[in-house]
């Protein structure tokens, strides 16, 4: 049913650390082979060994360069690159979900999860053409959309041991810049982290109201700030002999 | 966005053949038996031809019943849903002129509210899109109505509505054009907000997810340069709306208003070959297009 | 209410989980491979290991794209076309083994050192080597020529270990972690669980790098340096550091060479020399009695300032010679700012920084422990400043002294093996004298008198024949390059077609690309694999080459061994080798047939290292057969685990003896089924108290004997002035029987100095910088790093082609915008190539991806792959040899110290140009011994 639900117990969601993301690609591949042999039909790929591959894929990671714009204190400020892994948001207000025209697109009450029912999914596509983050891919072999499951069918997983109930990205990032954990909580690490370091939206404007959320980079380069109130070393001597000097006072005191 | 054909033969043929029934449900032209039929024929071949090839783009045509069930939330599901009931409604009505001789006018009316509310939900389909910035206006439904009454009325033979009619339209393409063309930068929607750095100073794409293509870049990433755009608008503009105006003017003939459908129906082509071509999807944002 | 779809969320997730360990990359991540219906259905890492933790990169979980990949060779293959041609005909292993053996037998009759074997990116050296030390060639290496001699050589004769896999950062009390060099690579899964380790707790990680990418890219400051000047930056810290006396005066009195006397009459034959006892230990002065005594002398305090005469001879403390040369206004950042590409200013701030930490922000343990001279120390005090560093800084041919000026820097900070800075994994520390030396006296019939490798400690350990001439064919430990202590796999090709120093008969080669992406001078190396002599026969008669894939090399090779995939072998990954230890445990770990080779309608593969096995039976090489010469080993696992170096002391140090034993015992038949039931590896920690401090350490020197990593106790004391250096200088300057050729003598002289300097690369004498005014880098992208091909379905699409991409200043200069190309050309070559802009970038440099062009028909790709038609090499860039001086001499494009490759010493020029139809240089297609890939893949076994 796609009308979302006014509320949902809980909010499950990833936190995305953008300060420590060194752009491996492990998250992305982790899910490739989690959800190829997992929920749903597998991700397929097309001339996986010839002039144009193709496949689907539900995690991407994105590198964007910012200039940041020169100050007095920073006069020529270096650009940065940020690695961006982006995948479903899980929005409160996804608007893939109400228009999907059979139902197979729908928000998890109890989670909060947008999940695709790919047995009713006819493969319209417009729950893609809703989302602006670009979450969901349609899979050119089985011709239905697929998206992140937030890994369904791995936290609720009984056959896997507890500490392993998490999605399959989050398992495998290596500098650990992705968290897990119910949003909705405000007492959650999760929420916590959100909190403590500016947790935001992806385009907050477009009203989706994502339930993921991204920690900015820490500030960059403010070693390089001319009115940082560091300390520059003070020399004991200016050449060899007086250090020697120094070096035989010092070693008297020791 | 990809101009795929599947959509815009869609929308170009079925919008007209709505149209024409929206005409017929009005008793224009006042038509029974075999005109009628002729006239039937014509607009369903155009709406269920239309809506045929809009389910070449699904990935489970043979699924598609089940599009009927969420008209509570999704304008395709009620496009659906009304288009069934147009065409429904309009067979009734329309058997009853072919085959019965009669006219019941009600259900003519119903036909028509129907046929055109069909439109309406198509062009909802779009306005409703938040991504498309180009796309999410009220003009959206506005152009898509005036353009099936005009193609309607052409069709079925309204001379001087289609006149009218064609020149309104026109102008709203015009108005949605020079709206469209600002929409995205208007819409707030930005490299900045996508990935919200913008905070730090000016974002650039650096290195896409993948080296290959993706579905996302085939579907939603189509860039059209601005001189051909501007060389297609004036095409669809051309035949479209003047031509068809032109030939309306002239004397009538029979093969002046064949050309001037075909020219019409050719152009309301191209304009749709724009509207999805032209039409920035804000995922795009991500990987730096636009 | 609605009514959600009821989905299963506890689905059978496997039916079996094998524990083996990754080979995507060179760090050796346990992973978990689950299994469904007997076939590979997932790959995750594996909680318990002790490298990854449970985490694993893109590449371990595109492992199971490997298994299956259509580009694995599926049996023995004979050539029959030309070479270069990849026209085979697939053989059985009968036939295989007994054309090997026909080449092989009458070598090791004659003349052993007619084998040229080289095992490129071998995890089974201390195999490999003891099969080639068995045959009795000399030459034999594995890749660390070519890949970063500098960096272990450096480490280990400064303070016995290194950087990448031989240690780590102390992650866990760090406050500032300084990362140097590009190509971020090894230890590669380690180093990002230690960077978000570090990120959380929000402490500094500044990058020191021309590029700005991966871990750069998340460093809180970025030291966007010009390549080849990293030693220089460097010294200019040190010269900061020094000269605010921000440095560790005790650390440095105990624990390294500072106050230890060198000679410093000039006249002296022993001038540079190390003053020594009676029994050969370096001295010191004592503070407590102003007396000199040996360094290790129980109760000394070694005095840093003390100088003392012998025979009219003055002896200074190394802490002397360390003030006059790090003192001098030519290492002020002002001096050395144009040249590195940082402003003075950022110099100081970061030494500023560097001290703050170090000094202000120290960290007290309460741990217990006592060092080498019986002194027992309360706590443990660490200065929470740590280093690594990448290839980046190492592939130049300033790399050695580059390396060693940073481990200089991070010893006079008294930060290594302290809480918070550098900590050695087992069996490091190792000091050089606890090392082998080089060994090349091959004989008719009779294995090597030592293993091949080695660290020289001056010009009587070089590899020299009775008449001087190189006894190896890749000229390691040599005049040309003495401390070349992995080899110089990148020279064997050139000169066994040139057959300087002399000719081979057969070169036999393992996972080595070398007619690609593993060589300098591309194409060059395939003109000398085709090149014939005047009887039309080729000029290196004999190629075999085994490899697990359809790689670029096959091609050019006469016979082709082929070998498993990773998750269908025996391997061991031994501390007699490069181990997967941690900082506080010795760990060691298998592979094992998680799926047996299935390679049906052929003759199927093998284990290379079983294949050698087999060879050497068939051979009945000593060590491999009994004296009745029955075979000792059936394959690789039986060598594994029934192998003995010394008594008690075989490949794997885990469940020996009865089960129980640990490090030293004897052989366990059950051992392999131990260590699957243990998840694939062992791990023995190391005591409480021994954690840090280790060279001196007593309770971890006991510990390790404990374990077989030593028979006796080894402390020593870290060499800030690396003796070894200076006898080779002695030599140059006349001293010695060993004498260098003279037109060495001048750059051993000015290179092989004791204390790290900094020199400008190499090439730049021979070239016109101004002609090529760019530096031309490249680095292996993270999900690809160290990984064997990009024949991987799901990598691929991540990187299927590679842009050069250049800084703003160039870019803007010639005016490029998206979608152009550039011609690229450097002294040597010329390429053509698809460009791209990065403004986070030195604004000297360009760089690309590596190894991600690929040669049409390699791979199982097809031949208009985009890595075939826009990917390309920079290595057709490179030469293996300096420009020619018009000496007639051969010069390698080597660090001349250990022959380390000078990839990153490139300099290009470049001009925009139109877009040619692909990139270039283009060379004709190879016949694909395995076909083509597949053209759908949907990849899910289960259900």
Redesign the interface.
């Known amino acids: ?3 979302l ?1 006014t509320s949902t117990t809980r909010k499950l969601g990833l936190v995305i ?10 998250c ?3 899910c ?3 959800n ?4 749903g ?17 539900l995690n ?10 020169a100050t007095s204190a920073m006069p020529h ?8 892994p ?1 995948s479903c948001l899980h929005c409160e207000d996804a ?1 893939c ?8 697109s ?1 928000k ?2 109890e989670d909060g999860i947008v ?1 695709v ?1 790919e047995s ?7 729950c ?7 979450a969901r ?9 697929k998206k992140c499951t937030l890994c ?2 791995r ?6 041991p507890e ?2 109930r998490v999605p ?1 990205c989050v ?7 992705r968290h897990f954990g119910d949003l909705g909580n405000p007492d959650s690490d999760v929420s916590k982290l959100v909190a403590e370091r500016d947790g ?8 989706t109201k994502p339930v993921n959320q ?1 920690l ?9 700030e001319v009115d ?1 109130l ?11 002999k007086g ?2 000097g ?3 006072r ?2 008297e005191r ?1 | 966005m990809h101009p795929a054909r599947s959509v815009i033969a869609f929308t170009t043929l079925s919008g007209a053949g709505f149209g024409v029934l929206f005409w017929l449900g009005l008793g224009l032209p006042d038509v029974t038996g075999w005109v009628a039929f002729a006239f039937f024929a014509v607009a369903y071949a155009l709406a269920a031809g239309g809506l045929l090839a809009s389910t070449f783009h699904l990935g489970h045509p043979e699924r598609a019943w089940k599009a009927f069930s969420q008209w509570r939330s999704s304008w395709l599901s009620r496009e659906g849903v009304a288009s069934v009931a147009a065409l429904v409604v309009m067979g009734v009505y329309g058997a009853a002129l072919v085959f019965l001789d009669t006219r019941i006018a009600p259900l003519g009316w119903l036909g028509a509210a129907l046929a055109l509310a069909t439109v309406y939900t198509t062009s909802m389909i779009y306005a409703q899109m938040r991504t498309v910035p180009r796309w999410k206006t009220p003009l959206t439904p506005v152009l898509f109505i005036a353009v099936s009454l005009a193609g309607g009325a052409l069709l079925a033979g309204q001379v001087t509505a289609a006149m009218a009619l064609l020149a309104v339209a026109g102008l709203v393409q015009v108005l949605w054009w020079m709206r469209g063309d600002g929409a995205l930068a208007a819409s707030g929607t930005d490299m900045a907000t996508a990935t919200g750095l913008g905070g730090i100073g000016h974002v650039r794409a650096f290195a896409p997810p993948h080296t290959g293509s993706n579905y996302l870049l085939r579907e939603f990433v189509f860039v059209v340069g601005r001189k051909h755009a501007a060389k297609l608008r004036m095409i669809a503009l051309a035949l479209g709306y003047a031509l068809p105006l032109v030939l309306l003017a002239l004397p009538f003939s029979h093969a002046a208003a064949a050309l001037a459908a075909i020219s019409h129906l050719v152009g309301i082509a191209v304009s749709r070959w724009l509207f999805f071509a032209e039409a920035e999807h804000v995922v795009g944002l991500y990987y730096g297009a636009r | 209410m609605t009514q959600q779809p009821r989905i299963d969320t506890s689905p059978h997730v496997s039916d079996e989980v094998r524990k083996t360990t990754c080979y995507m990359c060179a760090c050796r991540c346990g992973i978990n491979v689950h299994m469904k219906g007997g076939k590979v259905a997932y790959i995750e890492g594996n909680r318990d290991h002790p490298v990854n933790k449970g985490v694993l990169c893109a590449k371990g979980s595109a492992g199971i794209m490997q298994v299956n990949a259509p580009s694995r060779l599926r049996a023995p293959l004979k050539r029959v076309g030309p070479r270069g041609s990849g026209e085979f005909e697939e053989i059985s292993w009968d036939e295989a083994l007994q054309i090997a053996c026909d080449w092989l037998a009458p070598i090791r009759k004659s003349d052993p050192s007619k084998l040229a074997f080289f095992t490129g990116r071998d995890q089974s050296q201390s195999f490999t080597s003891y099969w080639a030390q068995n045959f009795g060639t000399p030459n034999y290496a594995a890749h660390g020529g070519f890949c970063s001699v500098n960096m272990a050589a450096a480490g280990i004769y400064t303070m016995g270990g290194a950087f990448w896999e031989f240690g780590q950062p102390d992650w866990d009390h760090t406050k500032l972690f300084m990362l140097f060099g590009v190509a971020e690579d090894h230890d590669s899964n380690p180093i990002k669980m230690g960077i978000g380790k570090i990120k959380a707790r929000g402490a500094r990680v500044i990058g020191v790098n021309p590029i700005r990418s991966g871990y750069n890219a998340v460093a809180d400051d970025w030291v966007g340096i010009t390549p080849g000047t990293d030693g220089l930056f460097i010294l200019s810290l040190i010269h900061e550091l020094m000269r605010a006396g921000k440095i560790d005066l005790d650390y440095l009195a105990r624990y390294t060479n500072a106050p230890v006397l060198v000679n410093a009459d000039p006249d002296s034959p022993e001038h540079g020399l190390f003053l020594r006892d009676t029994d050969g230990k370096p001295t010191v002065i004592d503070r407590n009695t102003g007396k000199l005594t040996a360094f290790d002398t129980p109760g000394v305090r070694p005095d840093l300032g003390a100088t003392h005469e012998v025979d009219g001879i003055t002896h200074r403390p190394v802490m002397h010679l360390m003030a006059e040369r790090y003192l001098d206004p030519q290492y002020a950042p002002e001096a050395v700012a144009d040249r590195c590409g940082v402003t003075p200013d950022k110099i100081r701030r970061i030494a500023a920084e560097i001290a703050r930490v170090a000094f202000e922000e120290e960290i007290t343990l309460d741990h217990e422990w006592t060092d080498f001279r019986g002194e027992t120390h309360k706590t443990m005090t660490g200065r929470p400043v740590s280093f690594h560093a990448m290839r980046g800084i190492s592939a130049h041919s300033n790399g050695f002294q580059t390396a060693r000026a940073l481990h200089v820097l991070q010893i006079i900070l008294g930060t290594v093996e302290v809480p918070g800075g550098f900590r050695f994994k087992p069996p490091y520390p190792k000091p050089v004298s606890a090392h082998p030396t080089p060994h090349c006296k091959s004989a008719p019939n009779s294995p090597l008198d030592g293993p091949h490798l080695g660290f020289v400690r001056g010009p009587e350990d070089l590899a020299l024949k009775e008449d001087g001439s190189p006894a190896r064919i890749d000229k390691a430990f040599t005049w040309e390059n003495p401390m070349s202590a992995h080899g110089l796999m990148h020279m064997v090709i050139s000169n066994a077609h040139a057959g300087d120093p002399y000719k081979i008969d057969t070169l036999f080669m393992y996972m080595a690309n070398m007619s690609w992406n593993s060589s300098m001078n591309t194409s060059g190396v395939m003109d000398m694999l085709t090149d014939t002599d005047e009887t039309g026969e080729y000029v290196i008669p004999h190629i075999i080459y085994s490899d697990a894939y359809s790689s670029e090399m096959v091609a050019y090779a006469d016979l082709i061994l082929p070998d498993t995939t990773y998750l269908e072998r025996h391997d061991c990954i031994s501390l007699l080798d490069r181990p997967i230890c941690e900082a506080d445990a010795a760990a060691d770990a298998i592979r094992w047939p998680v799926v047996e080779p299935d390679r049906p309608g052929h003759a199927g593969v093998r284990g290379f290292q079983t294949v050698l096995v087999q060879l050497a039976n068939k051979l009945k090489l000593p060590g491999f057969t009994t004296e009745d010469g029955t075979p000792r080993y059936t394959d690789y696992a039986d060598y594994i685990v029934n192998h003995e170096r010394k008594p008690g002391i075989g490949p794997l140090t885990g469940f020996r003896g009865n089960g129980d034993d640990v490090g030293r015992g004897a052989p366990n038949p059950a051992q392999l089924d131990r260590y699957i039931e243990n998840g694939g590896f062992f791990v023995s920690h190391i005591p409480e108290g021994a954690h840090y401090y280790k060279p001196w350490n007593m309770a971890y020197q006991d510990w390790a004997v404990g374990m077989g990593i030593f028979d006796t106790p080894q402390p020593y004391i870290f060499d800030l002035y690396a003796e070894p250096m200076r006898r080779f200088q002695l030599a140059a300057e006349g001293y010695g029987d060993r004498q260098p050729p003279d037109h060495l003598r001048d750059r051993i002289k000015s290179t092989m100095d004791p204390l790290p300097i900094w020199y400008p690369p190499l090439e730049d004498d021979s070239i016109d910088t101004e002609e090529f005014p760019i530096h031309a880098l490249t680095q292996r992208p993270m999900a690809m790093y160290h990984s064997w091909g990009t024949q991987n379905a799901w990598l691929r699409q991540i990187h299927g082609e590679n842009p050069l991409y250049l800084p703003t200043k160039l870019w803007e200069k010639h005016g490029f915008a998206e979608g152009d190309w550039a011609r690229v050309t450097s002294p040597h070559g010329e390429i053509t190539v698809p460009v791209a802009h990065m403004a986070a970038l030195n604004e000297n440099t360009v760089w690309t991806w590596n190894a991600i062009g690929k040669r049409k028909g390699a791979w199982a790709l097809s031949e208009d792959a985009p890595e075939a038609t826009r990917g390309f090499l920079l290595n057709h860039l490179i030469h293996e040899l300096l420009p020619e001086k018009g000496d007639g001499l051969r010069w390698s494009n080597s660090d001349p110290i250990t022959g380390q490759a000078a990839w990153f010493d490139l300099r290009v020029k470049i001009e925009k140009t139109a877009a040619p139809q692909e990139a270039q240089p283009a060379f004709p297609p190879i016949k694909s011994p395995v076909g083509q890939g597949p053209a759908n893949l949907a990849w899910k076994v289960g259900k």
């Open positions: 049913m796609t009308t639900p650390d953008l300060d420590t993301c060194v752009g491996c690609h492990a992305v591949v982790s490739k082979g989690w190829t042999e997992n929920y039909a597998p991700l397929s790929d097309q001339d996986p060994y010839g002039a144009d591959p193709s496949g689907t894929f991407r990671v994105h590198s964007y360069e910012v200039q940041p714009l400020p270096a650009a940065q690159l940020v690695h961006f982006k608007p979900v109400t228009v999907c025209p059979t139902g197979a729908y998890r009450v999940l029912n009713d999914c006819i493969g319209c596509g417009l893609a053409w809703a989302c602006p983050y670009g891919e349609m899979d050119a072999a089985e011709g239905v959309m369904v069918d936290i609720y997983n009984d056959n896997l500490e392993d399959a398992r495998t990032c290596p500098a650990g810049a935001m939206d992806l385009m907050p404007e477009q009203g991204y900015p980079p820490r500030p960059r380069d403010t070693l390089d940082v560091a300390p520059l070393l003070d020399p004991v001597a200016e050449e060899p250090f020697l120094w070096l035989d010092t070693l020791l």
